[in-house]
C-alpha cells in the first residue's frame, strides 16, 4: 500500500515537474493570442452592423445696420450625422438637418444625405444615394458642418439651393473616387451621375432633387485633384459639371460649372481659394456667371482670427438663376475654441448685394459637437 | 516521504501554471533603444516595411487598404493614454486633439468608414494585430510578440536612425 502511494507520488511529480512545462514551452506562442480572446474588438462588421451618431449644433445671432433687419438670436442648423460599417468594405452614411425656419417652434426636417457606399480598395470607392456634389472643394468638404467651418455661413456662390444658391449642391444619383493607381495617393479622381438639379423659381422651395427626375437627361461630373505629398495640406483640383435643364417642353438650357481651386489646410493654418464659372447655354446665347472666394486663417492657441473674400457675379439674364442678382462682401472674424468640440466665431460684414452697398453687420455663431 | 513528493508536485504544477499565465516575450532584440515604438502588423500581412510618408497617410486614412486589397484597422491605444498622444506626435506630426479633429471631419466627409480601433493595453493591441489580418498597430519595441514588425524607412527598432524613437525628427 505505501509502495503504491509513493509509485503515485512519483508518478504525479515527473507529470507536474517534466509533462506540463514542456507542454507550455512546447505551445507556440500564437495560442496564447488566441485562447479566450477570439471574440475581443470584432472587427467593423464582425458582430453586426456598427452604428454611431453625432450631432452637429449651431446657434446664432446677428445685426445690421439696415432698420429692416432687426438684429436677432436664431437657431441654427442641427445636423444629425449618422455612420454605419455593414461590412469591412460597407458603410452607410446620413445627414438629417433640423432647421427651425419660423418664429414658432416648428423645424423643416431634411433628408441632407443618405448614401451606402461600396469601398473596393482605395482606387474604387462607389456611393449610391443622396450626397453632396463633387463640384469645386468645399461642397463634398464641408457638407452642413458650421462647426468645421472656421467663418460663419457659406461662400455666397456654395449657398444651398433653398437659400437661393447658384449651383447644384445636392445631387441624388451615383458617385464615385478613389486614387489614380500609381500616384502613391496624390493624384484623386470623382465620377458622378445623377439627376441634376429639378429648377423652380427661387422663390419657392423644393427647389432641389429629391424625388424621380423631371427628364431623361443625368447630369455628370467629373474632377480631380493633387496632393502633393511633399506639400503636406496642399491640394490643387478642377471639375466639370454639365446638366441639361428643360425651360419647357421643347427648349432645353445647357448647363455648365467648371470650378478650379487650390487649398493649403493644417490645423493651425488654412489657405483658401475657389473660383467657378457658371455657364448656361440656350438656342442662341451664352450667359457666363462666376463666383468665388478667397479665405485665410492662422490659429494662435485657442484663438483663430480670419478674413474672406466672397463674390458671385450673375448676368441678369441667365436662365434659373439671373434674379439672384450678384453679391460682394469682406469678411473678418475671430474664432475661439474654448473647450474641445466647442467654437465661438464673431465677425464683422461689409456687403453689396441687391442694389445695396456698403452694408455693415455683425454675427456671432456658437457651434458645438455631441 | 510521499507528503513531501505530494507538496512538491503541487509547488511543480502551481509553477508550471504561473508559466503558462505569463505569455513568453520574445523580443526581436534584447533592447529598446531610447524609446523605440515597433510598428507591427498580423504575421500574414505580405507588408515588409513602409516609409514613414505611407505610415503616416496610413495613420491619417488616405491610404485604406493594403496592396493585397484587404481593408487597413488602424489600432491605436485609449483616448487619455499617453501613448495614444505619442504615436499620434510621431507619425503624424500632430496632438491628439487635432487627430480627433481631422478623423472627425474626414469622416463627416463620408471619406472614412470608420475610424481608428482603440485598445487598452499593449498586450491587448498584439492580440488584436494577431487576430486581424488587416490590423496595422504599435508597441514598444522591447514588447513585441506573435506579430511582425514592419522597417520603417528600412530601418528595424534597432537600428540607429529609426525615425520612430523618442527624440527622432520625423518628417
Known sequence: MRDHSQRSACILLFVSVVIVPSGVIGYPSSVFAQIGHEQEHPLPGAAGPE????????????ASQLREVPNSFSLGQL?????????ESVSVLAEIVLEGHSPDTQVVTDLERLQLTFRLNDFFNISAGRYHSGIGFYNAAFHHGTYFEIPIGRPRVFKFEDDGGVLPIHELGVTVRGVVPHTGSSLRYVAE?????????????????????????KSTNVGVSYRPERWRGFEVGTSFYRDTIFQTATSAVDHHIAAIYAVYRTPSTELMAEWLRLTHVTEGSTYHNDGGYVQASKAWGKLRPYYRFDRLAINPATPFIGAIGSYKAHIVGLRIDPVKWVGLKAQYERTDESGQYGVNGVRTQLVFVF | MTRVVFIASMCALLLATAVRARPREVSINQENP????????????????????????????????????????????????????????????????????????????GSIGWGPRSIMS??????????APGAIGYVPADQVEGTKVLRIDGLLPSNPGYPLRRGARGR
Not at chain 2, 85 to 92: F, H, L, M, P, Y
Not at chain 2, 122 to 131: G, H, K
Request: with cysteine.
Open chain 2, 34 to 109: 531610447a524609446g523605440a515604438l515597433a510598428i507591427v502588423v498580423n504575421q500574414a500581412n505580405p507588408v515588409d516595411g513602409l516609409t514613414l510618408g505611407e505610415l503616416r497617410r496610413i495613420f491619417m486614412f488616405d491610404t485604406q487598404t493594403w496592396p493585397n486589397g484587404r481593408r487597413i484597422t488602424v489600432v491605436l491605444r485609449d483616448k487619455g493614454q499617453p501613448e495614444r498622444g505619442e504615436a499620434i506626435r510621431r507619425v503624424c506630426d500632430m496632438s491628439e486633439a487635432e487627430y480627433d479633429d481631422h478623423i472627425l471631419f474626414q469622416t463627416f466627409r
Open chain 1, 51 to 62: 452604428t454611431t451618431l453625432r450631432a452637429f449644433g449651431t446657434v446664432e445671432w446677428a
Open chain 1, 79 to 87: 445636423s444629425l450625422f449618422v455612420t454605419s460599417n455593414l461590412t
Open chain 1, 193 to 217: 451621375v445623377a439627376n441634376g438639379r429639378v429648377w423652380t423659381p427661387v422663390a419657392e422651395e423644393g427647389t432641389t432633387e429629391r424625388g424621380p427626375d423631371a427628364n431623361d437627361a
Open chain 2, 122 to 131: 499593449a498586450s491587448a493591441m498584439l492580440r488584436f494585430v494577431f487576430n
